[in-house]
């Protein structure tokens, strides 16, 4: 009875009858409409949320869920990322993952970087091709909406630490680098990317990532590993960014060789 009653609310908000923030009939109403016990009722309200259909718990009454502003991720950003490697640093500055992705200004959100030398673990090694137990630079770049606490970006970032031993100073900065991750290998070492290989899986939240996300049930989170690869054929960076499936399109161009 549960799945006939999701179903049934399910349409409804399909069909634009139930609209984003509307109510929903309470237990007691559902339960007389489809001549069901409160469990099944109760049980239907949980699938919906599930499905990040509704909101709602906690005292708080279901509503049907408002759907946030969806941010596209698209590989072209790549390229635009290498043309401005050889770009000013003002033209630089204005171009970043706030700005580019998120639409807002850099300032509007509350920027945070970490960087620490790890030891490659057994995937770190394979991925660069180097010793398990080699130096790599780890580091973590965060975006959170200063009001809510929210994270609106999140990634981490692994470099062989000998590619940027001698300008350890251009990656251990904890403010934002005009340019990104392209300008910095290039700056630091003259490396030029040749191909970014990207890589896309999904799983579901732990509680504490919902929260850190301002995540409601049922979303699952998307994870893209960005392999960076130079001209001599080396993987020179592999960054993991973490995204909530609900407010992430990711849009892959792939040009294609005429006949």
Known sequence: MQLRIADDIRMQIERGELTPGDPL?????????WGCSLNSARSAISLLK????????????????TQPRQVVRSSNRHQVEKDLVLAGEDERGQNGVAENDL???????????????????????????????ADVLRRVFELADPKSGHLEAWSVSYIP?????????????????????QHQLYAAAGIELARIDDEVTSAMPTTVTAQQWGMDPGIPMIRVR??????QGRTVEISDADFPADRTKLHFSTPLTLW
């Open 103 to 133: 639409g807002v200004p850099l300032d509007d959100l509350k920027f945070t970087a970490t960087h620490e030398v790890i030891s490659a673990d057994a995937d770190l090694a394979e991925g660069f091709g180097i010793e398990p137990g």
């Open 50 to 65: 599930q499905q990040g259909l509704i909101t709602g718990g906690r005292g708080k009454a279901p509503v049907v869920r």
């Open 25 to 33: 009939p309470t237990l007691h109403e559902l339960a007389a409409q």
């Open 161 to 181: 630490y000998d590619l940027v031993s001698a300008a350890p100073e251009i990656f251990e900065s904890t403010k934002p680098h005009p340019g990104g991750t």
């Open 226 to 231: 960005r392999i960076s690869i130079d001209t």
